[in-house]
């Protein structure tokens, strides 16, 4: 049987992994992190947080890739629509990889926040985008 320590020890550990680090908190909602601290190192609380969070970033990305596209040239939107697929798939594919079948709940949590991760990190590079055209 585990100990209240020693799972606290690993609950500190998974939220210490999957809290993104420095300038990625400033991309991430304020209710995200509330959710995160109560979530309490519980996998399942913790892949809901990141799964709602994942739902607000997405809305900013579509968001953000309507606005941007709206202002190129036909050429520039055939462009953007390509790698836009391209990071599509990319995404996929980069967290589908961080699931390791062998990894444990720490992989499933991993797996979630590198989408959530992913998807925010492209939703503020289309934002800055917009802004310098």
């Not at 420095?22 to 309490?40: H, K, P, R, T, V």
């Not at 444990?104 to 310098?132: H, I, P, W, Y």
Request: a negative charge.
């Amino acid at each position: 049987m585990m100990s209240f320590f020693k799972y606290a020890a690993i609950a500190g550990l998974i939220a210490a992994i999957v809290q993104p680090a420095g300038a990625a908190d400033e991309d991430l909602s304020q209710a995200f992190s509330i959710c995160m601290d109560q979530a309490g190192g519980v996998t399942q609380s913790m892949i809901e947080c990141i799964g709602a969070e994942t739902e607000r970033q997405d809305v900013l990305l579509n968001k953000a890739y309507k606005e941007v596209i709206a202002g190129l040239s036909s050429e520039r939107k055939q462009q953007l629509q390509d790698v836009q697929r391209l990071w599509l798939k990319y995404r996929k594919a980069n967290c589908d990889f961080y699931y390791d079948p062998d990894g444990g709940t720490l992989a499933r949590v991993s797996a979630n926040d590198c989408f959530m991760s992913a998807t925010a990190a492209r939703a503020k590079e289309l934002e800055a985008f917009k802004q310098q055209h």
